[in-house]
C-alpha cells in the first residue's frame, strides 16, 4: 500500500501538474493506494490516458560514523 501525502513530496509545485493524483483528484492532503490500484493506475499512465504518479518522497541521509 501506498500512502500519498502531497505536503511531503519533494517536487510538489514542480511536477503537480504533470501528476496523475493532481490531475484526478486535485492535491489531496493526503492518498492511500492499495496495489491493485497502483496497477490500474500505472495501465492508464502507459496507455497515455493520465500522468503517471510523480510522487518523489525523500529519505533521511544515512548516518556516517566516524572511526
Not at 5 to 34: I, K, N, S, W, Y
Amino acid at each position: 500500500m501506498t500512502r500519498i501525502d502531497c505536503d511531503t513530496c519533494v517536487v510538489r509545485g514542480l511536477a503537480c501538474h504533470d501528476c496523475v493524483v493532481t490531475v484526478l483528484l486535485g492535491p489531496p492532503p493526503e492518498l492511500t493506494l492499495d496495489d491493485e490500484e497502483q496497477r490500474a493506475l500505472s495501465v492508464l499512465a502507459d496507455s497515455g490516458l493520465v500522468p503517471p504518479l510523480r510522487l518523489v518522497q525523500s529519505v533521511p541521509a544515512p548516518v556516517i560514523e566516524s572511526a
